[in-house]
């Protein structure tokens, strides 16, 4: 039985990078488990019968998607009540820890909403555990949806979340200095050393980096994981869960990969003094021809640097495995309190539909997880959603991790490696034993 993990890179994805993924997940708390099974149980049956105003049912969903973030929300909510005469939706969006902070408050109170937006992952499995949302297993729209975007909304061999949307990390990159320089994307890792050396004899930064907390290396590792780890070890992290794989002498080619670049100068000049905003400064006005970076921040680059010409590519492996890093962004949940589950499952159908989520999609700069989903991406985003749709893609990292504090361990070992403190070996170790002291627990 397979319990979801917490969604990687949180802390600084999500608020301290970049705010596009809707708020900063470690911040939550676990939320009431006050209620036992069979208490919410009898409290759902109870409200079988809707709420109606009239003869209108009215549906209430919260999320953390606001302001610039919305999206294509209103008008999906308007699409759906078009289909659904006599169901109104009334959304509220609340951003970053507001948001996280309002739902454990209302779950505590019985006041949540009937459909609840919630962060994939450890999130999810407390409100799973205490009989609070509702198992959505047997949904017919649950077929549809890839199966590596559902782990992350199971708890217990349970599915209790629509996985709404991925988002992906991979590396920007300038079309025209590669243009000019015969560069075409590397798809193999010397492929990739080969165009740093070529664009650094040119003057140009190959890779624009920010580490002075760490967050660029990290966002690396992570991104170079799918095809150097996991393309040929899949069951790395069953292993790793049950204390029977190690990070020390697994991931130390990659590591010794990565690391070799900045030693070869391909990164921005002291790098573990950089901050993001400068870095992505420098890629925006062609001063470093690449970046490792979410693909939510593509429409930002777009506006900020209209003029700029650039797409992205997944990083390969020495031996050519070319993974996509992604990960799901939003997941739907119903209250298992909610008067009008009949209508809120409607509502979760609705969104999971392919030519649904080919409109949220496209207002977020996302991926489908809808198999049958052919979202209108941006010409640049094509290689990664190619990637994420034939299945060569693995989660981000600590989401299949049962100890996520051991990614807690990247930034600061990154910043130890970069700044001559310690080495692979001990980079590695501390991982491991940050694994084995939250498996003795």
Known sequence: MKKVASVVLTSFICLSVLSACGGNKNEAESPSASAS????????????????????????????????????????????????????????????AEYVALAKTRFASGDAADIVMMHPGAEIAPYAEA????????????????????????????LYALPNDMAALAVFYNKKIFGDLGIETPRKWDDLVAAAEKIKASGVIPFSMTNNDGSGAKLALYSMAPSWI???????????????AKFNGTWNDMLTAFFDLDKKGYFTPQTVGVTYESA?????????????????????????????????????SKNGDVWASAA?????????????????????????????QEIWDKSQSAFATNKNAKPDLEPGLKEIGDAIAAGHFWNFLDQGWKVTAVADKMGPNSQGILGGQINVEQFLQDMDKENAAGLSK
């Open 328 to 356: 799901v962004g939003t997941t739907w949940s119903v209250n298992a309190k909610s008067k009008n589950l009949d209508a809120a499952k409607k509502y979760i159908a609705f969104w999971a539909k392919a030519e649904n």
């Open 230 to 244: 996991y393309a040929a070890d899949q069951d790395f992290d069953n292993r790793l869960n049950k204390g029977e």
């Open 280 to 316: 992505m400064k420098d890629f925006q006005t062609g001063k470093a021809a690449m970046m490792v970076w979410g693909n939510w921040e593509y429409a930002n680059i777009k506006k900020a640097a209209p003029e700029l010409d650039f797409a992205m590519f997944n990083l390969p």
């Open 131 to 158: 009989g609070q949302i509702v198992d959505l297993t047997n949904e017919p729209w649950a077929s549809e949806i890839a199966d590596k975007a559902k782990e992350v909304t199971t708890f217990d061999g349970k």
């Open 37 to 96: 099974p069979s208490a919410t149980q009898q409290a759902s049956e109870s409200a079988a019968q809707p709420e109606a105003q009239g003869d209108t049912i009215k549906l209430t969903a919260f999320g953390f998607k606001a302001g610039a973030e919305i999206g294509a929300m209103d008008e999906l909510n308007a699409k759906f009540e078009a289909e659904n005469p006599g169901i109104t939706v009334e959304y509220e969006g609340k951003p970053g």
